[in-house]
């Protein structure tokens, strides 16, 4: 495979949110979720401590109740299909605690436009692409496959059961052996592999989903394109879309799972816990070793976290105040996710291309069938050469009549030339048959090779008129993204002028402004909640001339002293030792110097803040 280098760039998160259920609104839950869409920002408040801060999280898009999948599908998913159509490798993937809506976000209702979710926009998207292409010739194939407690399963092998085996080329990378691709040439093609395959997928029901998905499944569209280049020869490129639907993630307190259930969601969870190891590997960038081998999963998803891939994850969480915890944790989860690097590259000219494989043997078939009719006409092959065996079965029906009708003929005379005849009709009959069935093999494999067709001109305009709406459709929905960047870049600047711009009329208000600043960073360090295991009771001291600062980063309790770890003290006299406490930060495993300048302090505080989204919680 020729190697094209490509631009490093991060993995795109967005969060989808899902309305409360009748059941939790009948059980008196709310909301513990605000959305600022036109922003990015989600802020989580904590129902148990009402005082508390809320955790605010930013991404590159997030979606309310009210998101169409239409609108998700224009502002986010798009342009990765069409890079696939352009030969990147693209994966989307859906992560969140079981119930949230990440199948609904994935599949949707395939039968109502309004509703169909990724995977059918993409049917849609990708056909209709093609149909409207023009001196490109294109081979679609799907597989699709479920891993479900740790096990390989092909969802469109009629021996379900059966474990495929993993494996990996320096060419290919991590491939599943054995999986089956069918070649698809429309939407209504692909979708009927699509429901065969759900059809044989492992699902059940839990105390949080009546359906929920006991498995990870990966719905895996090759899209092959011909295409001459500069040279004048044809040049071939893939492009492969992995559509991943991961299983939800689950407390068995909650699901109430026993049994086989039970069995499943720890299965589920080791997967998971996997993934999450991988993600926080590739974002620590002092990780020698990504513990990729740690899970089926993981290897599978190998190229789409740190590799050869365009990636897309939809992180998809409830609303619900009691389901706190975990929707911390996918927040968090997708927080760290943002910072995954890859590196993609368009992949042309691969040796095992089905496409060209396919031409290769088209023309093999072709010259075989003409070379055929060139002998048994005798004279040089005629491609069109449609009604030769209709004029043959005549000539020999005709020479037969003649035979009998011939009264100079002795019998046995007659007789043989009656068997000549019926040998030359039995040959004649063979090399048809023969004839129509490359013609046939001919016929199946160009009907998987996919191209624009030619129009009349009223197709040529219902087409052009579908196309602009599609594409004033694609402009909104690039508008409200460069909106929202603009936006999230002009806060930015805001704050950063805030800063540069303060200027102070003596020491003091510079102490008081700088105090306001660690606090307004200590808040923030307290909404990501760090809590590490092992403290190192530590007392660090920041000073400023007749002013001192007091970390508690670690401490023995003592009787009497009502300070703890993570207080932010005033050192009212030095002699005394009396203090004021101004407020809190929370514990952070790396200890302060012992003496350091107020400035020191805050860029420290500046760099705990921006390393703290990469710690693990």
Not at 276 to 281: A, C, F, L, T
Request: charged letters at 30%; a neutral charge; one cysteine or more.
């Amino acid at each position: 495979m020729v190697e094209v280098k490509g631009k490093s760039e991060s993995v795109k998160v967005i969060v989808r949110c899902r309305p409360l259920s009748q059941s939790e609104i009948q059980n008196g839950h709310h909301s513990s979720i605000k959305m600022h869409t036109e922003r990015g920002l989600v802020e989580l408040s904590n129902p148990k401590e009402p005082d508390e801060p809320t955790k605010d999280f930013t991404f590159d898009a997030i979606y309310d109740e009210n998101s169409k999948q239409l609108d998700l599908y224009d502002e986010t998913f798009r342009d990765l299909v069409e890079s696939v159509l352009n030969g990147y490798n693209g994966t989307i993937f859906a992560y969140g605690q079981t119930g949230t809506g990440k199948t609904y976000t994935m599949e949707g209702i395939a039968s109502s436009a309004d509703q169909r979710g990724v995977i059918y926009n993409c049917f849609e998207h990708i056909f209709n692409h093609i149909a409207n292409s023009r001196n490109q010739q294109y081979l679609v194939r799907a597989s699709y496959l479920e891993i479900y407690q740790e096990e390989i399963r092909d969802l469109l092998c009629k021996d379900v059961g059966k474990k495929l085996e993993l494996k990996e080329r320096p060419d290919a990378g991590v491939y599943v052996k054995d999986l089956q691709a069918f070649v698809t040439n429309s939407v209504d093609a692909i979708q009927k592999v699509m429901a065969a395959g759900n059809a044989n997928r492992s699902v059940g029901r839990t105390n949080m989903n009546e359906h929920s998905s006991r498995s990870h499944a990966i719905f895996i569209i090759t899209v092959e394109c011909a295409e001459a280049g500069p040279d004048g020869e044809s040049h071939i490129r893939v492009g492969r879309l992995n559509l991943v639907d991961l299983a939800g993630s689950e407390r068995q307190a909650k699901t109430g799972a026993t049994g086989e259930r039970f069995k499943e969601a720890t299965k589920i969870n080791l997967s998971l816990s996997a993934l999450g190891n991988v993600i926080s590997s590739l974002v620590d960038g002092k990780s020698s070793h990504i513990p990729y081998r740690d899970s089926k999963l993981t290897r599978l998803l190998q190229d789409s976290l740190g590799g050869n891939s365009k990636t897309v994850m939809v992180a998809c969480i409830g609303p619900a105040s009691y389901n706190y915890d975990e929707t911390l944790g996918t927040l968090r989860y997708a927080n760290r996710a943002k910072s995954i690097k890859n590196k993609p590259k368009i992949n042309e000219d691969p040796k095992d291309a089905l496409l060209r494989q396919f031409q290769e043997e088209i023309q093999r078939l072709r010259s075989k069938l003409e070379q055929k009719r060139g002998k048994s006409r005798g004279t040089t092959p005629n491609p069109r050469g449609d009604d030769y065996f209709t004029e043959q079965k005549r000539a020999i029906e005709a020479d037969r009549e003649k035979i009998l009708r011939d009264s100079g003929l002795i019998q046995e005379e007659r007789a043989k030339l009656i068997s000549e005849l019926e040998e030359k009709s039995r040959m004649l009959e063979k090399e048809r048959r023969e004839q129509a069935e490359v013609a046939e093999r001919i016929r199946k494999i160009e009907s998987g090779l996919l191209g624009g067709m030619a129009e009349t001109e009223l197709a040529d305009h219902t087409r052009r008129q579908q196309s602009e709406l599609e594409n004033k459709r694609i402009e909104l929905a690039e508008q409200k993204k460069r909106e929202r960047e603009m936006l999230q870049q002009l806060e930015k600047q805001e704050e950063d002028a805030v800063e540069i711009q303060q200027t102070f009329s003596d020491l003091r208000q510079e102490v008081d402004a700088k105090s306001k600043k660690i606090k307004k960073l200590m808040m923030k360090l307290r909404q990501v909640s760090l809590t590490p295991k092992n403290l190192f009771y530590l007392i660090s001291w920041l000073s400023l001339k007749t002013i001192c600062f007091a970390v508690v980063c670690n401490k023995k309790a003592t009787e009497g002293d009502e300070r703890r770890v993570g207080d932010i003290l005033l050192l009212t006299s030095e002699e005394d030792g009396a203090s004021k406490r101004l407020f809190s930060l929370p514990s952070y495993p790396y200890p302060f110097s012992d003496l350091c300048p107020l400035q020191t302090s805050l860029c420290f505080c500046q760099l705990l803040l921006k390393s703290s989204a990469l710690q693990p919680h």
